[in-house]
């Protein structure tokens, strides 16, 4: 069996603080549910720690990676309160391994919606603290 990713692995752990290390200063974060992405590893990681106190049961079921192109898919299921949710984070990473675009997608709509209004609170809280409210 291939080595887990390290986000996976990290998530897997539930440590914030090794997922975070891996994210390269000018990560980007596409979000399935803001039109604009997320810049800076600070504001990547929070928002990233953010979205793990919504998924419960978080369970990876594949992983897809060419470690020549720097591409990694990571298939999970969670849920959200009683939404199931079925997604993939996209990972890509530079030649050192270090995270520089993660993109999360989701489905069905019903849990799209459902992260959209648990992460609202916490996700309007970093824009107001990364613009110096």
Known sequence: MAALHPFRAAVDKGDAAAFAALLADDAVFHSPVA???????????????AAFTVF???????EISDPAT?????V?????GPTEVH?????????DGVITDVTVMLRPMSAVHAMSE?????????????AGC
Do not use: N
């Open 56 to 62: 419960e049961d978080v369970k990876y079921t594949q």
């Open 35 to 49: 039109h604009k992405p997320y810049r800076g590893r600070d504001t990547v990681a929070a928002v990233l720690r």
């Open 76 to 80: 999970f299921k969670a849920r959200i």
């Open 87 to 95: 997604g993939c984070d996209l990972l890509t990473t530079d030649a």
């Open 118 to 130: 648990a992460l609202r609170p916490q996700v309007e809280t970093i824009a107001h603290a990364k």
């Open 70 to 74: 720097g591409s990694h898919a990571l």
